[in-house]
């Protein structure tokens, strides 16, 4: 298998996806390089969930190339598993396991064993401050607990490219600032992140560089400066992220369901 | 992964308590009731009133006399003895036709006592009052004894089941019916699986179908052995039932279980709602169950032999409650056989189906 250039994370070529007439991406094509934190933002239907699904590949693409790491997701996703970590929307967690045990399950999955298997649980659960929470019922925990312990859940294997889908759904301000600390964090410490959000806000704190998708494609991409520029001669500072948004994407409601079905 | 993946989906079949109390429980209350219920009406077959018997004595025989005067000085104690007019091939099948408890065939020279190992008991009460009564005979040297052949029981054994007592009965089958729906205790892992979309984590770290199946049917054998071996010794707490061949049924009710949770999990793979799945599941081992004897008496003969004959549980019951009273069973190679076809074939449809849903 021929790999690509060493620091694109992540490629999309003309990457699209129908379901019978409708088509939720649409000939996408994006690149995201190592050590960027790329905001996926979007209207309800943008398409950004199926995006996110098909680079996890959860969902196949109807057409398209998608390299991670430089390998062709159709042949080698194998080799391209263990450096992914995938925070999905939904809280994916038993509530009725101990939060070490969710932890412990979900990592085991990426071939991780014995003492390797505690020693990464524990250091998951420290990351996101659920140490103290660890015989827990998942069931028993808040709203921000539950969102912390979806994402330990998938950081065991110490993924490379971290991919989360509304990761703050829901829950309070501490949680929240909390999460996006720990997203800065796992950047810090090398990690790769696609990251996808309504909230403005988080998007402009956390992101270094934003793709903002309607309809399926993106229709512009760059800095928050950058994306600024695009749309007014105003300075970077004088304009928020989600104005820019509203000029790019319009103020129509859309009321699309889940993945623009 | 396999491993800690068993290890949890079986705590998250331990920790519903309600579900694991119910299938230790609800075996044993069931065997309580339908073996009172119908205790009265497996005993028709295991005692009779008064002992039927007949005989038939070769013309010119000396003991042809002397068995009329028995006759009529045991008809006062409940025991009938009638003269038949039949040949020794015919002998056989007046027995059974006449109920009789045995049949007491003279020449003049010997007799063969014929046993009807239906009426286990009662027919050797009869033996030893005929052997009593020729040795008897013997010793005051009134006959000639020349030949004694006692053994028709063993030629009947192969036409008969002995009655296995009620709350033996339905202690057995009751067990093995609760098994085939212990699918449920799956269904919470699936449940949690499918409401959590736990499933989306699988397909992102490419578990094989094959791995997500082990790591459902393991578990949940596991756990429908260990709850019907708990209500085995439960019920055998409180209504005292028994089974026969130890190792052998055990083996069997492994088997079960295996073959149960695939079943099981086919079922729930295959229509997407648990809720419906569960209630498809139910109804399927009820069907077998009622022509599988576990809600009436298989020996009864109220379901027609070819509905029988398609029930694994049959089979499961019929070897089940043959070790027991006879402590074999010509069941017991063809229930193996169709426990181990179960779990082939059903295996090979979950694995294709949690492939196709990973691939989804």
């Known amino acids: 298998m021929e790999k690509k250039k060493q620091n694109t994370i992540v490629e999309l070529n003309g990457l699209t996806k129908r379901y019978g007439n409708k088509t939720v991406v649409d000939h996408l094509t994006l690149s995201i390089e190592k050590g960027e934190i790329f905001g996926l933002l979007g209207p309800n239907g943008a398409g950004k969930s199926t995006t996110m699904n098909m680079i996890c590949s959860i969902t196949k693409p109807t057409m398209g190339e998608i390299h991670i790491f430089g390998y062709d997701?159709?042949?080698?996703?194998?080799?391209v598993k263990a450096k992914l970590g995938y925070i999905p929307q939904e809280l994916a967690i038993h509530g009725n396991l101990k939060a070490w045990e969710n932890v412990e399950l979900f990592t085991s999955?990426?071939?991780?064993?014995?003492?390797?298997?505690?020693?990464?649980?524990?250091?998951?659960?420290?990351?996101?401050?659920?140490?103290?929470?660890?015989?827990?019922?998942?069931?028993?925990?808040?709203?921000?607990?539950?969102?912390?312990?979806?994402?330990?859940?998938?950081?065991?294997?110490?993924?490379?490219?971290?991919?989360?889908?509304?990761?703050?759904?829901?829950?309070?301000?501490?949680?929240?600032?909390f999460i996006l600390?720990?997203?800065?964090?796992?950047?810090?410490?090398?990690?790769?992140?696609?990251?996808?959000?309504?909230?403005?806000?988080?998007?402009?704190?956390?992101?270094?560089?934003?793709?903002?998708?309607?309809?399926?494609?993106?229709?512009?991409?760059?800095?928050?400066?950058?994306?600024v520029k695009m749309v007014s001669d105003c300075p970077a500072d004088t304009m928020s992220l989600e104005e820019v948004f509203l000029t790019l994407t319009g103020k129509k409601l859309r009321d699309y369901g889940e993945g623009g079905l | 992964m396999l491993f800690i993946a068993i290890k949890n989906n079986l705590k998250l079949m331990l920790r519903n308590k309600v579900l694991l109390v119910f299938l230790l429980v609800a075996p044993a209350a069931i065997?309580?009731?339908?073996?009172?219920?119908?205790?009265?009406?497996?005993?028709?077959?295991?005692?009779?009133?008064?002992?039927?018997?007949?005989?038939?004595?070769?013309?010119?025989?000396?003991?042809?006399?002397?068995?009329?005067?028995?006759?009529?000085?045991?008809?006062?104690?409940?025991?009938?003895?009638?003269?038949?007019?039949?040949?020794?091939?015919?002998?056989?099948?007046?027995v059974k036709k006449q109920e009789l408890t045995a049949f007491l065939y003279i020449t003049k020279d010997s007799y063969i006592v014929y046993e009807y190992d239906k009426y286990n008991t009662q027919a050797h009460v009869v033996e030893n009052l005929f052997t009593t009564m020729f040795d008897q005979l013997h010793a005051a040297q009134?006959?000639?004894?020349?030949?004694?052949?006692?053994?028709?029981?063993?030629?009947?054994?192969?036409?008969?089941?002995?009655?296995?007592?009620?709350?033996?009965?339905?202690?057995?089958?009751?067990?093995?019916?609760?098994?085939?729906?212990?699918?449920?205790?799956?269904?919470?892992?699936?449940?949690?699986e499918r409401k959590n979309r736990i499933t989306r984590r699988m397909q992102v770290a490419k578990?094989?179908?094959?791995?997500?199946?082990?790591?459902?049917?393991?578990?949940?054998?596991?756990?429908?052995?260990?709850?019907?071996?708990?209500?085995?010794?439960?019920?055998?707490?409180?209504?005292?039932?028994?089974?026969?061949?130890?190792?052998?049924?055990?083996?069997?009710?492994?088997?079960?279980?295996i073959a149960a949770s695939a079943f099981g999990i086919l079922g729930l793979y295959l229509v997407k709602n648990i809720a419906v799945g569960i209630v498809l599941i139910f109804s399927s081992v009820w069907f077998m169950g009622f022509y599988g004897g576990t809600f009436q008496n298989y020996m009864m003969n109220v379901v027609p032999d070819q509905l029988r004959a398609i029930s694994p549980l049959y089979y499961v019951n019929r070897t089940l409650v043959e070790f027991q009273?006879?402590?074999?069973?010509?069941?017991?190679?063809?229930?193996?056989?169709?426990?181990?076809?179960?779990?082939?074939?059903?295996?090979?449809?979950?694995?294709?189906?949690?492939?196709?849903e990973m691939e989804e």
């Not at chain 2, 074999?328 to 779990?343: E, F, H, Q, R, W």
């Open chain 2, 325 to 356: 009273t006879m402590g074999k069973s010509d069941y017991a190679v063809p229930c193996v056989c169709i426990l181990v076809g179960i779990v082939l074939i059903c295996s090979l449809g979950n694995v294709f189906l949690m492939k196709r």
């Open chain 1, 109 to 177: 999955m990426y071939g991780i064993k014995k003492t390797a298997l505690k020693e990464a649980v524990e250091e998951s659960l420290r990351f996101v401050g659920l140490e103290d929470k660890r015989e827990g019922f998942a069931k028993n925990f808040s709203g921000g607990m539950k969102r912390r312990l979806n994402i330990a859940c998938a950081l065991g294997h110490k993924p490379e490219l971290l991919l989360f889908d509304e990761p703050t759904v829901g829950i309070d301000p501490q949680s929240r600032n």
């Open chain 2, 142 to 192: 009134t006959l000639t004894m020349v030949n004694k052949t006692i053994g028709y029981s063993e030629i009947l054994k192969l036409d008969l089941i002995p009655m296995a007592t009620s709350v033996n009965y339905y202690g057995i089958i009751e067990i093995a019916y609760f098994a085939m729906c212990g699918v449920v205790t799956i269904s919470i892992v699936i449940r949690s």
């Open chain 2, 207 to 257: 578990i094989s179908g094959m791995t997500m199946y082990l790591a459902k049917v393991i578990p949940c054998s596991i756990a429908v052995f260990v709850d019907m071996v708990g209500a085995s010794i439960l019920s055998h707490l409180l209504v005292g039932n028994q089974y026969g061949n130890y190792t052998e049924s055990i083996g069997i009710l492994l088997l079960l279980s």
């Open chain 2, 31 to 94: 065997t309580w009731i339908l073996s009172g219920v119908f205790e009265d009406m497996m005993g028709v077959y295991s005692n009779t009133d008064t002992v039927n018997i007949a005989y038939e004595v070769e013309e010119g025989s000396p003991y042809e006399a002397y068995l009329e005067q028995l006759s009529k000085e045991m008809s006062s104690d409940q025991i009938r003895i009638s003269k038949y007019n039949v040949t020794k091939e015919q002998v056989e099948e007046t």
């Open chain 1, 181 to 227: 600390e720990k997203i800065k964090e796992s950047n810090e410490n090398g990690a790769t992140v696609i990251y996808t959000s309504h909230y403005m806000e988080e998007i402009e704190a956390i992101c270094t560089r934003i793709g903002i998708m309607d309809n399926g494609k993106i229709i512009a991409i760059g800095t928050k400066e950058e994306l």
């Open chain 1, 73 to 79: 997701t159709k042949k080698d996703m194998n080799k």
